[in-house]
């Protein structure tokens, strides 16, 4: 794995700087205090907006400046040590790659630019079911003389209450496993027909459920070709996998950064707790895990940027690694402090409801292995 180009440490350390001061997990604490429906900081979403973050993936010639996923990788590691809401993964992550890799030379004038200056929220709305299974999708859309009418629901589906729209995964043939026959539709989220309920989740973030009942779109609406969305669904999907590894390492990193300092400074029996071998030994163990983990996620990043053969094969196995360090940090975390890792008032206990959230998003470690296995053929 090449290291960080200048560009790249000078924006990873903007980030880190302006991630520790202007958007600490304190004001995570306090945005879900206020129980804010969007749940995000509007005015942390805009400085986010300022900085030009919303444009690392967009061309120039949209407003933005094309610096690519490692890039913007190491601006989601800073945001994920402070667990910093925002729509910006779902957004300008998941919603541009979709549009960059299917969108129309139309599609793309239309919607990038907005998603760079904020006017837009984009995010994909893809499972039905508690559990990731992309190939399982029942919501239908039927072809008419002006376009398309959507019936269905989707769940779980990130920023759900702040996008302004959805890009939607629908069925306009076949029956569900089949992957034929799905097709992706761009949805405003002011579409009649169109309802969002809010979930309530460990994380305190801004999830919906959707509602589609006859919501009528335009021809214009389709993002790609009909009928042959999955590969584009699973493109995007990998690429969200990749950028998601990113806030993982974040939060775990974090994680490990507090349970060290703990280790330092608490006494017990008139030493401090790091210096017992055990304790010791456990820290060096994890630190190993984190840098394999990193290892992991940098090559996923890397390997979109290159639009490598192998992307899809090291995304899995970065969301799997990824997510079985950040599980056992997260725990590790809670463990070592002791009683007050379980109290509310300490922030341990966000990075461990976070952590199992982002396990589970876009296919937890299970799903991943399997796929994994079944890339290479086993």
């Given at each position: 794995m090449a290291a960080l180009s200048e560009e790249q440490n000078l924006i990873k350390d903007q980030a880190k700087a302006w991630a520790g001061e202007q958007a600490p997990v304190q004001k995570f604490?306090?945005?879900?205090?206020?129980?804010?429906?969007?749940?995000?900081?509007p005015a942390t979403w805009q400085e986010m907006i300022n900085m030009g973050w919303t444009g690392i993936l967009v061309p120039e010639q949209y407003g933005g400046s094309d610096l690519g996923y490692l890039t913007f990788g190491v601006v989601l590691e800073e945001l994920g040590r402070q667990l910093t809401a925002s729509p910006l993964f779902a957004s300008a992550l998941v919603g541009v790659t979709a549009l960059r890799l299917a969108g129309s030379d139309a599609q793309q004038q239309t919607w990038l630019p907005k998603v760079v200056d904020g006017s837009e929220i984009l995010t994909l709305a893809v499972d039905e079911q508690p559990r990731h299974a992309p190939a399982q999708i029942s919501l239908q859309a039927q072809q008419t003389a002006d376009g398309y009418?959507?019936?269905?629901?989707?769940?779980?589906?990130?920023?759900?209450m702040s996008a302004t729209t959805f890009i939607v995964a629908a069925r306009t043939s076949g029956n569900s496993p089949q992957t034929e026959g799905v097709s992706l539709f761009l949805v405003p989220a002011d579409a009649a027909g169109l309802q969002r309920?809010?979930?309530?989740?460990?994380?305190?973030?801004?999830?919906?459920?959707?509602?589609?009942?006859?919501?009528?779109?335009?021809?214009?609406?389709?993002?790609?070709?009909?009928?042959?969305?999955?590969?584009?669904?699973?493109?995007?999907?990998?690429?969200?996998?990749a950028g998601l590894t990113a806030e993982m390492m974040g939060t775990a990193a974090q994680a490990f950064d507090m349970t060290l300092e703990y280790l330092k400074t608490r006494e017990q029996f008139g030493r401090v707790i790091g210096s017992f071998q055990a304790l010791g030994h456990r820290a060096a163990a994890l630190y190993s895990a984190m840098e394999l983990s990193r290892s992991c996620a940098?090559?996923?990043?890397q390997a979109v940027d290159d639009n490598a053969d192998n992307l899809a094969q090291l995304c899995s196995l970065a969301k799997c690694k990824v997510g079985d360090f950040l599980h056992e940090m997260s725990n590790q975390l809670i463990?070592?402090?002791?009683?007050?890792g379980m109290t509310d008032e300490f922030d341990a206990g966000f990075y461990l409801k976070r952590a199992r959230v982002l396990e589970a998003a876009f296919g937890n470690q299970a799903f991943h292995r399997d796929r994994y296995a079944a890339l290479l053929g086993f």
């Amino acid at each position: 794995m090449a290291a960080l180009s200048e560009e790249q440490n000078l924006i990873k350390d903007q980030a880190k700087a302006w991630a520790g001061e202007q958007a600490p997990v304190q004001k995570f604490r306090k945005m879900r205090d206020s129980g804010v429906p969007q749940r995000f900081d509007p005015a942390t979403w805009q400085e986010m907006i300022n900085m030009g973050w919303t444009g690392i993936l967009v061309p120039e010639q949209y407003g933005g400046s094309d610096l690519g996923y490692l890039t913007f990788g190491v601006v989601l590691e800073e945001l994920g040590r402070q667990l910093t809401a925002s729509p910006l993964f779902a957004s300008a992550l998941v919603g541009v790659t979709a549009l960059r890799l299917a969108g129309s030379d139309a599609q793309q004038q239309t919607w990038l630019p907005k998603v760079v200056d904020g006017s837009e929220i984009l995010t994909l709305a893809v499972d039905e079911q508690p559990r990731h299974a992309p190939a399982q999708i029942s919501l239908q859309a039927q072809q008419t003389a002006d376009g398309y009418v959507l019936n269905g629901a989707k769940t779980f589906v990130i920023e759900g209450m702040s996008a302004t729209t959805f890009i939607v995964a629908a069925r306009t043939s076949g029956n569900s496993p089949q992957t034929e026959g799905v097709s992706l539709f761009l949805v405003p989220a002011d579409a009649a027909g169109l309802q969002r309920e809010m979930l309530a989740t460990l994380d305190s973030r801004g999830y919906a459920q959707l509602q589609f009942s006859d919501v009528a779109v335009g021809a214009d609406a389709l993002l790609g070709e009909l009928h042959q969305g999955y590969g584009l669904l699973e493109a995007t999907l990998d690429r969200a996998r990749a950028g998601l590894t990113a806030e993982m390492m974040g939060t775990a990193a974090q994680a490990f950064d507090m349970t060290l300092e703990y280790l330092k400074t608490r006494e017990q029996f008139g030493r401090v707790i790091g210096s017992f071998q055990a304790l010791g030994h456990r820290a060096a163990a994890l630190y190993s895990a984190m840098e394999l983990s990193r290892s992991c996620a940098e090559a996923a990043l890397q390997a979109v940027d290159d639009n490598a053969d192998n992307l899809a094969q090291l995304c899995s196995l970065a969301k799997c690694k990824v997510g079985d360090f950040l599980h056992e940090m997260s725990n590790q975390l809670i463990q070592i402090h002791g009683g007050i890792g379980m109290t509310d008032e300490f922030d341990a206990g966000f990075y461990l409801k976070r952590a199992r959230v982002l396990e589970a998003a876009f296919g937890n470690q299970a799903f991943h292995r399997d796929r994994y296995a079944a890339l290479l053929g086993f």
